[in-house]
Each structure stands twice: as structure tokens, then as C-alpha cells.
């Protein structure tokens, strides 16, 4: 019996085919791996990921990556300083930085995350920057959300193009083009923005639609809707503005500046 065990696992370890790299207990390339195996299926352990092209399962690693610019990872993985790869799904922990051109998934990384196209959720402890995606990033300092849907929250400030969704700054949320609700602590900008912007200190916009409020608002054309504030200033006003002093350009000279409320509706 004691040397039947030893035979078989020298059996299983011919039959997975293990890479000079790695010691296998597999078949067919599916089991559990120790080292830098290319392609696995099952548990794998490594010190540092380099050169893998596909791995199902569950993925553990110490060190940072090399290049593994085909990598595509179906599973879970768990990497102690950051991990890295074409495509990314599933659910991914890395105490350092993450990065992926595709992720479909759950991503929590210590320090800072780079998904140019996600769907699903992710956390980092600093910043997290995604170009193109849908989902919810939570970032403790920034988040750089561009072609973006879904829930953006960071400590510091949201920024980003063609932004969609609910999005949060304690310090401020800035967009080229912003849909939906926009709170930033000091301030809100962006050259288009519709749907509910607020402010503890100002909203800044080229061309605003919805309503707004900030005790300080300027924008060069709102398009219909109400601002809220204690200054309100518009060079093109269609709505209403509400505030202790309000400006717009567009109104004749007697009614320019108006105290509590002013309006043009064409």
C-alpha cells in the first residue's frame, strides 16, 4: 500500500504534462499547480505570474507581475502585491495594484486599479481609473471614469468623459459630459450636465439642464429647469433661478438682475 501512493502520484504528475516552470499534480492540465504554469485548471500557486496565457480557478500569488499581456483568468485570484492581465472574470483581491484591459467582476485592490472596460464592482484604497464600463467604483482618493454607467464614489473627487449614473466627491465630481445626479463637496463641473447637480460651494457648467443647487452657480446656458443658490449666474437663461441676488444675460436690462427669483422661458 505505502507504495502504491508514491507510483500514483508520479503517474499524475506525468499525465498533467507539468511545465519546466511548475510542479503539477494534474491531468490534462486541470488540478492543483506550484509555479509559473502557462495554462492551468483548478488551484494554482505562484511567486510571480510572467508569460501565462489561461488559467481557470483559483490563482494565488506573492509577487508582482510580469508581462502577461495574453492572460485571460476565469475564477478567482488572490495576489499579495498586484496581478494583471488581458481579461479579467471573476473575483480578484490584490493588496498592491490591479490592471486589466477587460473585467467582468468583483476587484478590491489595496492601492489602485486600471480596468479599461469593466462591468461589475470595484474597490481600491486610492484610485481606480476605467475606460469604458458599467457598474460601481468605490476609489478613497479619485476615480478617472470615462464612457461610464452606473455609481462612481471617491474621497477626494469623480472625474471623467461621457459620465451616466450617481456620482460623489467630498471634494468635487467634474465631467465633459455628466447624466444624472452629481454631488461634489466644493464644487461640480462640466461642459454639459443634466440631471440634479448639487454643492456645498459652487456648480460650474458651459450648458446645464434639471435642477441645480449651490450657493454659488455659474453657467453659461441653463436649458431648462431650476437653480437653487445664493449667487446665481447665467448668460443664457431658460428656467427658473431662486437665490438672494440672480443674474441673467439674457433678460433685458431692467430684469438682468433680479433678488430672489428671475426667469425666462424663451
Not at 492601492?111 to 476605467?130: C, K, R, V
Not at 461610464?148 to 467630498?170: K, N
Not at 444624472?180 to 447637480?197: Q, S
Request: net charge positive; proline share 3%.
Amino acid at each position: 500500500m505505502n507504495r502504491i501512493i508514491p507510483a500514483a502520484i508520479i503517474l499524475v504528475l506525468s499525465a498533467g504534462g507539468a511545465s519546466p516552470s511548475s510542479l503539477d499534480l494534474a491531468v490534462a492540465n486541470t488540478g492543483i499547480s506550484i509555479g509559473n504554469s502557462p495554462r492551468f485548471n483548478g488551484v494554482r500557486l505562484n511567486f510571480s505570474d510572467n508569460g501565462v496565457e489561461r488559467l481557470r480557478g483559483l490563482n494565488f500569488t506573492f509577487w508582482k507581475p510580469g508581462r502577461n499581456d495574453r492572460l485571460r483568468h476565469d475564477g478567482a485570484g488572490f495576489a499579495l502585491t498586484g496581478t494583471g492581465a488581458a481579461e479579467l472574470n471573476g473575483i480578484f483581491l490584490a493588496g498592491g495594484g490591479m490592471a486589466g484591459r477587460r473585467f467582468r467582476g468583483v476587484a478590491l485592490a489595496g492601492l489602485g486599479a486600471s480596468l479599461d472596460e469593466m462591468t461589475g464592482i470595484a474597490i481600491a484604497g486610492l484610485g481606480i481609473a476605467t475606460d469604458g464600463g458599467k457598474g460601481i467604483v468605490i476609489a478613497g482618493l479619485a476615480a478617472a471614469v470615462d464612457d461610464f454607467t452606473g455609481i462612481a464614489i471617491a474621497g477626494l473627487g469623480v472625474g471623467g468623459d461621457r459620465m451616466s449614473g450617481l456620482f460623489a466627491g467630498l471634494v468635487g465630481v467634474g465631467g465633459d459630459e455628466l447624466r444624472g445626479i452629481a454631488l461634489g463637496g466644493l464644487g461640480v463641473g462640466g461642459d454639459d450636465i443634466r440631471g440634479v447637480t448639487a454643492s456645498l460651494f459652487k456648480v460650474g457648467a458651459t450648458r446645464l439642464s434639471g435642477f441645480v443647487a449651490a450657493p454659488y452657480t455659474e453657467i453659461g446656458e441653463v436649458r431648462g429647469g431650476l437653480v437653487i443658490g445664493l449667487y446665481n449666474s447665467t448668460d443664457t437663461l431658460h428656467g427658473v433661478q431662486i437665490g438672494v441676488l440672480n443674474r441673467a444675460g439674457n433678460n433685458p436690462v431692467p430684469f438682468r438682475y433680479l433678488p430672489f427669483v428671475n426667469a425666462r422661458f424663451r
